[in-house]
């Protein structure tokens, strides 16, 4: 298995702004909807959930976004834009009861950022790039109690697009492992 992760600046040898400060909160939320969009579509039967999921997907991921699935997986995934990867999840997902994505690190990375004002209203960010990566634990049953653990990590590329804000325009997860084990079992 290939795997060399981003890393990431950390920026901490200088003092960060409140325009910087904001948009790593901002960025970091993206995957936090993500994962809470990605267990709606767990919810193979529920029309009101999935409907809310492409709504959250559309928010967050560019029209064009590259999004994908590498690493130690038996089949890789890839989708163009959140349309195709709403599809993909939920192909993906149809055969459990539950699952749910947790979030563990975060780091962010902004490379750019301009700040600008319109006419006489408060400065804010007119343009950005960021990279993000993110841990993740996801927990899917099956109808029979099996669980299976699959840890990875995100690797996003985002860009603050006007009008809208931050969006991923490129996200790579990397599977790092899976196990299987019953539920119930001490």
């Known amino acids: 298995m290939n795997y060399s992760p981003v890393i990431p600046d950390t920026q901490l040898d200088g003092e960060m702004s409140v325009h910087q400060v904001r948009a790593r ?21 529920n029309r009101q959930a ?11 991921f560019t ?3 590259r999004i994908r699935v590498t690493g ?3 089949r890789q995934l890839q989708a163009i834009g959140p ?41 804010e960010i007119s343009e950005g790039e960021a990279g993000m990566t993110s841990y993740l634990q996801a927990w899917h049953v099956w109808p029979d ?11 996003d590329q985002v860009r603050f697009v006007p009008g ?17 084990r019953m539920l119930g079992e001490g």
């Open 145 to 155: 109690k099996r669980l299976r653990v699959v840890m990875g990590n995100y690797v």
């Open 83 to 123: 349309e195709g990867w709403a599809m993909v999840v939920t192909n993906a997902l149809q055969d459990y009861t539950v699952t749910q994505h947790l979030l563990g690190t975060q780091l962010v990375d902004i490379r750019s950022l301009t700040i600008g004002r319109k006419s006489s209203g408060p400065d």
């Open 25 to 45: 909160q901002e960025i970091e939320y993206l995957r936090r909807w993500y994962c809470r969009a990605t267990d709606l579509f767990g919810m193979t039967n």
């Open 63 to 65: 029209p064009d976004a």
């Open 50 to 60: 999935n409907a809310e999921a492409k709504r959250i997907y559309q928010r967050i």
């Open 72 to 74: 130690d997986v038996a």
């Open 164 to 180: 809208i804000g931050w969006q991923i325009h490129d996200m790579n997860l990397v599977h790092l492992m899976s196990e299987h």
